[in-house]
Structure formats: C-alpha cells, structure tokens
C-alpha cells in the first residue's frame, strides 16, 4: 500500500511540474528586460507611426464570415411536396387514365416529388424533378442565364413545351385528375424526353415567346408520349436520319389587358414517328387560351377568376388509314378567399375520321364533367374534393367522388402565369 501511495504522488507531482513550467517560463519573459537596441528600434518606430495600422481580420472572423456565403451559393433549393388521393367509382365501367390519376376505389398514392433547383453561377442554372413513388425522373435540365438578345437554351431531360397542361406538375393541377385529353395525346404523366430547347423573346410591345425543341426518341432514354413512337419502330429500326427526331414548336403570347385583366395564348405543333406503321408520320396540332381576372386595382386581390381552354388535333397514319382525332376542356377556376377556391371542368373527346387501330391508346368518344372545391389553409397544403360524371363509346355512364390532400415542404420555385 505505501508504494502504491508513493507512486501515485511521484506521478502526481511530474504532472504538476510539466503544468507549470510553461506559466514559470512565461512569468520569467515577462520579467526580463528587454534588450537595450530592441527598445530603442520599437520606441523609433512607434514615434514614426503614432497611430497604428489598422489589424487584419482573423481567421476566425475570416471563417465566419466567408463560409456561410460561399456555402450558400452551393445549397440548391429542395422541396418534397406530397398528393394522397381517395377514389369512389359507383360503377367499375369508367375512364381509367394511368399516372397519377385516381382510377379505382380507395386509396392512390398520387405521387411523393423531390424538387432541386439552384443557380450555377450567372450563366447556368439547373432543374430537376424525381417522382419518388412511381421512382422515375421527371425533368433534369440546364437553362442558359445571359444569352444575347433575349435567347434562352435548355438541355436535358424535359416536360414538352406543348399546350398549357402538359409543362404543369401534379402539385399545380387544380383538379384531382387531368384532362382526357392529355391522356390521350400527351401521355399518362407528361410527354417528355431527352432533347434541348432554343427559344427567344421577340422585341414587342407584348411578351411573345418562340421556341423550338428536338427530341431523342430512343426508348433507353425514357422518351415518353401517348401520340410518338419510339426509333426502334422505323424501317431500320435505329436511328439513321433526321427524320426520326422529334421536333416541336411553340409560340406564346402574353397580353396584359388591364391592371386587372390579363390573357395568354399559345399554339403548339409537334412532328415524329409514327407508333402504328414504320417510317409513317404522326402530326400534333394544339391552341390554347388562359384568361384570368383579378381585381387588385379595387383592392381585392384575394378574389381571381381564371378560365382555360385548351383544344388538340391529331393526324396518324395507321396500317392502311388516316386517323384523324380531337380533343380538348374548358375549365373554370374561382377562388373566393385566400384559402377557398372552386372549379369547372368539361373534357372531351373522339375521332372524327377513320378507325383507331387500338381503341384502348386511341379510344372512341370520351366525355367527362368535373366540379371541385379545395380549401388551402396555407401556401403547404391543400385538401380538395372533387365529383366526376363521365362516359365512354360503348359504356355505360359513370360516377366518381374523391378525396386528395396535398402538402409540401422545403423551398420550390416560381411557377408560371
């Protein structure tokens, strides 16, 4: 027991010299005199210079400040926005449209999207959308910042520029399903592929937007569209010539009528492979107008009424015929308050001449009628009911009532007008 005390006083007391040599030494440096020629160089210095430079930052202050701007810069903005839907069919003969649509009774996990966006510098910016619960990317592009004369040029995987449905994400729909003719012409979620986008702003007294887009239609590149075939159906089977992109255009007008009344039209045409026969064409026409009133010179700038319609034609060369078909909506939307809006909508369908080759991706005359109420208890969430009256060629009439709530998290950009 006394060497074990002994040593632990030996170690104790090694531990307490080391601790205090440096403060012994440190006592001692500040106690010697200075040397003598160090003194005077100091004092000739400070007689020179009375008032000291100011002191550089430190590099705590550096860190500090630095960091989290630069940091910043490298963040992009992330959201995850959420729609859960409720369906009741009284009849189980109905329209069905794939997607996100509610097609069946019960519960549909409508979709779960990750949005990432963010500037690069100020030239390039970047977009990307992941669908989550269907796990596949719905846009992932670069868009030009400083272009000259208004030019703009986008690359990557993309949404159409065709129509006002189709460019929309399932968030910013204001029903609970989509129209019947964007199933019909455009796709179950979106038409999109891999391709790059050229468009520009003309010099007018109104906006008008021109762009033109090319898109790759190999089906390894997830090109997706309810009117196209992919390359693998032409003659040759792979991509041998210009002919087998697909090419889009789109004009755009903006008119700001009054302060209160404002109106946008485009027209939209898109020209590709045919998915019937090989090396036979299909031709996609489409117009549309959104008309909006919101009274913010009275000061009611919670009140809006918005109506669009929007119309399409399709030409198809099918085995040994010329189909010819149309579609379109007219909807209403009407919002009250800040947090109640109610809406109209009336879509059809059909073919106008020839025989569809598949009446189940080119069906027969298709017509629906929608009214819905949503209540937004802020900028995040939005609950929504909806009622659904429809029919298809050969069936019978149907019915539909549903549930869907929305909410999102996180930071998402701007949408458009």
């Known amino acids: 027991m006394p060497r074990c005390q002994n040593f632990l006083w030996g170690t104790a007391t090694f531990f307490l010299v080391i601790a205090l040599a440096p403060a012994r030494a440190t006592a001692q440096e ?31 202050n550096a860190i500090r400040g630095a960091v989290p701007v630069q940091t910043a810069r490298f963040i992009p903005d992330i959201s995850f926005i959420m729609d859960v839907g409720l369906g009741w069919f009284f009849y189980d003969d109905h329209i ?83 129209p019947l003719s964007h ?36 089906p390894e590149t997830a090109f997706r569209s309810a009117s196209f075939g992919t390359v693998d159906l032409t003659g040759a089977g792979r991509l041998d010539g210009l002919e087998d992109f697909l090419y889009l255009a789109r004009i755009e007008n903006f008119f700001e009528i009054t302060d209160d009344w404002s109106l946008s039209w485009g027209l939209n045409g898109a020209w590709g492979q045919s998915p019937w026969v090989p090396d036979n064409r299909v031709d996609l026409y489409g117009t549309e107008i959104y008309l909006k009133w919101r009274p913010i010179s009275s000061g009611r700038g919670a009140l809006a009424v918005a109506l669009t319609l929007e119309y399409l034609f399709r030409r198809s060369q099918a085995p040994g015929d010329l189909v010819l078909d149309h ?33 189940t991706r080119l069906p027969g005359t298709q017509w629906r009628g929608s009214v819905s109420a949503t209540f937004l208890p802020t900028h995040f969430s939005k609950f929504r009911v909806q009622y659904d009256l429809g029919r298809e060629q050969g069936h019978d009439l149907y019915h539909g009532v549903f549930l869907q709530l929305e909410v999102g998290v996180g930071e998402h950009m701007a949408h458009k007008f």
């Open 327 to 359: 579609g379109g909506y007219a909807q209403v939307d009407v919002q009250f308050t800040k947090n109640w809006m109610i809406g109209l909508r009336g879509d059809c369908g059909g073919i106008l001449d020839g025989v569809s080759p598949d009446l």
């Open 30 to 60: 500040e106690t010697a005199a200075p040397d003598p020629d160090f003194a005077a160089a100091i004092s000739a210095d400070v007689t020179k210079s009375p008032t000291p430079p100011e002191s550089p930052p430190s590099i705590s």
């Open 96 to 178: 069905r449209q794939g997607g996100h649509a509610v097609d069946r009774n019960g519960f549909t996990f409508q979709g779960m999207e990750m949005a990432v966006s963010g500037s690069v510098d100020p030239y390039f910016r970047y977009d990307m959308n992941f669908e989550i619960s269907h796990l596949h990317l719905e846009e992932a592009y670069i868009t030009t910042l400083s272009l000259p004369i208004n030019l703009q040029i986008r690359a990557g995987y993309m949404n159409a520029a065709f129509g006002r449905q189709n460019p929309q994400h399932l968030h910013t729909w204001n029903t609970v399903n989509p």
């Open 183 to 218: 199933t019909r012409f455009m796709g179950e979620e979106h038409f999109s592929g891999l391709g790059a986008e050229l468009s520009f702003i003309l010099p007018l007294p109104w906006y008008l937007f021109v762009g033109a887009q090319v898109m790759d239609t190999h």
